[in-house]
């Protein structure tokens, strides 16, 4: 679960921390000596859950840095490209343009590039971390097909952390549960199941899978939002629809849909082109975050750790920020003990694994620094809150207390939109469910009536018409 100590052994293994006893051992040989700098050229290569990119460099100077081809002594930058789309046309076929900047891609193209990368340096040992946690099923299929293709033709041993069970049941031999910290057992996969892993994992039995949740009436009088060919040239467009009080509105596609976006344009993060955006009936013009926050709405960003958290911040700090009037004298002073405490209750409603309040954001978990992100904005109290990609990299038992919040939210008369390219995940929360496809309207479905395979051919750019006949 969230806070097992995954990561943390990870980056034991990976030289960025020093275990203070016990070995490392590969192919026989003792390799404590290791440090960060050599560790790779072991033949030990790392895909981390928090991404490691040069913002500023395109995708080819990414995927193969540090191998780059030369001729004549000089970088051979048409040969990079080649190189580098070869690599990553594996993965998914004509999704990135290589000469792309890593800043211009979304959170999903990113975690590709990673991958390509550490798949062009034929590790002998390649571990995964959270790997899936950003990729579209389609992707996901292709990846877990490479994988094994890698481990049967070239011998490749897999490391590979995931909280989806039907990746580890479907990709590895065995698996190993930690819990605080600890390994609670290994176990073969073909001799246990999803629930027992999962109860070794959180010490509960819990739900494997999101159900579907059971039709409600929603008064669709006046919508809280609408939007209405909304557009930013290049990018999607023109997209419509509106949304009510009390239902969960849920948009979903594959990784180039331009869900983020969406979410961002309504934000005020991204300006518009084309398009109006109505709060309540009446016509409003976001022209940032501070506006939209103060015409009642949120968002929880897809990246956390870049758009979400302060990370040299405590988790007091983080908690408190967005609603941080309401713990001020005048301008200046902090009301220092109303605002711990309110920390420390939002902390133990949402079980955040930290040792303090004030310990900094950047030394929690993923899904620890998830609930941070959650629990800041629900202390704001908004009527219309924007979840995009809420469980990435989060557990079981928390995707449960997550998909209860929202739940929660909406049964209290709040409007909730969540964009998830999570398929399950949106046909189990949402009342209704808007499909995109790069950047364009597929179609608006009651979430009662559809199933999966209907919502993954329409993410894919198939007609409504030809999916429902």
Same mark, same amino acid.
């Given at each position: 679960?969230?806070?097992?100590?995954?990561?943390?052994?990870?980056?034991?293994?990976?030289?960025?921390?020093?275990?203070?006893?016990?070995?490392?051992?590969?192919?026989?040989?003792?390799?404590?000596?290791?440090?960060?700098?050599?560790?790779?050229?072991?033949?030990?290569?790392?895909?981390?859950?928090?991404?490691?990119?040069?913002?500023?460099?395109?995708?080819?100077?990414?995927?193969?840095?540090?191998?780059?081809?030369?001729?004549?002594g000089?970088?051979?930058?048409?040969?990079?490209?080649?190189q580098?789309?070869?690599?990553?046309?594996?993965?998914?076929?004509?999704?990135?343009?290589?000469?792309?900047?890593?800043?211009?891609?979304?959170?999903?193209?990113?975690?590709?590039?990673?991958?390509?990368?550490?798949?062009?340096?034929?590790?002998?040992?390649?571990?995964?971390?959270?790997?899936?946690?950003?990729?579209?099923?389609?992707?996901?299929?292709?990846?877990?097909?490479?994988?094994?293709?890698?481990?049967?033709?070239?011998?490749?041993?897999?490391?590979y952390?995931?909280?989806?069970?039907?990746e580890?049941?479907?990709?590895?031999?065995?698996?190993?549960?930690?819990?605080?910290?600890?390994?609670?057992?290994?176990?073969?996969?073909?001799?246990?199941?999803?629930?027992?892993?999962?109860k070794?994992?959180i010490?509960?039995?819990?739900?494997?899978?999101?159900?579907?949740?059971?039709?409600?009436?929603?008064?669709?009088?006046?919508?809280?939002?609408?939007?209405?060919?909304?557009?930013i040239?290049?990018? $999607?467009?023109?997209?419509?629809?509106?949304?009510?009080?009390?239902?969960?509105?849920?948009?979903?596609?594959?990784?180039?849909s331009?869900?983020?976006?969406?979410?961002?344009?309504?934000?005020g993060?991204?300006?518009?082109?084309?398009?109006?955006i109505?709060?309540?009936?009446?016509?409003?013009?976001?022209?940032?975050p501070?506006?939209?926050?103060?015409?009642?709405?949120?968002?929880?960003?897809?990246?956390?750790?870049?758009?979400?958290?302060?990370?040299?911040?405590?988790?007091?700090?983080?908690?408190?920020?967005?609603?941080?009037?309401?713990?001020?004298? =005048?301008?200046?002073?902090?009301?220092?003990?109303?605002?711990?405490?309110?920390?420390?209750?939002?902390?133990?409603?949402?079980?955040?694994?930290?040792?303090?309040?004030?310990t900094?954001?950047?030394?929690?978990?993923?899904?620890?620094?998830?609930k941070?992100?959650? =629990?800041?904005?629900?202390?704001?109290?908004?009527?219309?809150?924007? $979840?995009?990609?809420?469980?990435?990299?989060?557990?079981?038992?928390?995707?449960?207390?997550?998909?209860?919040?929202?739940?929660?939210?909406?049964?209290?008369?709040?409007?909730?939109?969540?964009?998830?390219?999570?398929?399950?995940?949106?046909?189990?929360?949402?009342?209704?469910?808007?499909?995109?496809?790069?950047?364009?309207?597929?179609?608006?479905?009651?979430?009662?009536?559809?199933?999966?395979?209907?919502?993954?051919?329409?993410?894919? =750019?198939?007609?409504?018409?030809?999916?429902?006949?």
């Amino acid at each position: 679960a969230n806070g097992a100590g995954k990561s943390t052994l990870i980056k034991i293994l990976a030289r960025v921390y020093k275990q203070d006893r016990g070995d490392i051992i590969l192919n026989g040989e003792n390799i404590n000596w290791a440090d960060t700098t050599n560790i790779r050229k072991l033949g030990i290569d790392f895909i981390f859950q928090e991404l490691e990119l040069i913002p500023g460099f395109s995708v080819a100077q990414n995927i193969l840095f540090g191998s780059e081809p030369l001729r004549c002594g000089i970088i051979d930058w048409k040969e990079m490209g080649i190189q580098a789309q070869e690599v990553l046309d594996k993965l998914a076929p004509g999704a990135i343009d290589v000469n792309c900047l890593v800043r211009e891609l979304t959170i999903a193209q990113q975690q590709l590039v990673c991958i390509a990368r550490a798949l062009n340096n034929t590790p002998k040992v390649l571990v995964l971390d959270e790997p899936t946690s950003r990729l579209s099923a389609e992707e996901t299929d292709v990846l877990l097909s490479l994988l094994k293709k890698l481990k049967e033709e070239r011998d490749i041993t897999v490391i590979y952390i995931s909280h989806r069970m039907e990746e580890l049941f479907r990709f590895a031999a065995r698996v190993t549960v930690l819990r605080d910290g600890e390994k609670v057992g290994t176990f073969k996969v073909d001799e246990t199941t999803p629930q027992e892993v999962i109860k070794h994992m959180i010490g509960r039995e819990v739900l494997v899978e999101n159900q579907r949740r059971m039709p409600r009436k929603i008064q669709r009088k006046k919508p809280v939002i609408a939007v209405k060919d909304l557009a930013i040239n290049g990018l $999607f467009g023109p997209i419509s629809f509106e949304v009510y009080q009390g239902e969960i509105f849920g948009i979903t596609g594959v990784v180039g849909s331009k869900k983020t976006e969406l979410l961002e344009a309504i934000f005020g993060r991204r300006k518009l082109t084309g398009g109006e955006i109505y709060l309540d009936g009446e016509r409003r013009l976001l022209s940032g975050p501070l506006a939209a926050k103060n015409c009642g709405l949120s968002l929880v960003p897809e990246d956390r750790r870049k758009d979400g958290l302060i990370l040299d911040f405590s988790v007091r700090e983080n908690i408190s920020l967005p609603t941080l009037k309401k713990w001020a004298w =005048g301008k200046f002073m902090i009301k220092r003990a109303e605002e711990k405490q309110v920390a420390k209750e939002i902390s133990q409603e949402f079980t955040i694994k930290t040792s303090s309040i004030e310990t900094h954001a950047r030394f929690l978990s993923g899904g620890n620094q998830q609930k941070v992100v959650l =629990g800041k904005w629900l202390l704001g109290n908004s009527e219309l809150y924007f $979840f995009d990609e809420p469980t990435i990299g989060i557990d079981v038992g928390a995707k449960e207390e997550i998909y209860k919040l929202i739940r929660d939210l909406a049964d209290e008369g709040k409007t909730v939109i969540v964009a998830s390219s999570d398929v399950d995940e949106v046909i189990g929360l949402a009342d209704r469910i808007l499909v995109l496809f790069e950047g364009k309207v597929q179609g608006l479905l009651e979430a009662e009536e559809v199933n999966r395979e209907d919502i993954l051919y329409l993410a894919m =750019g198939g007609q409504k018409d030809a999916a429902f006949s």
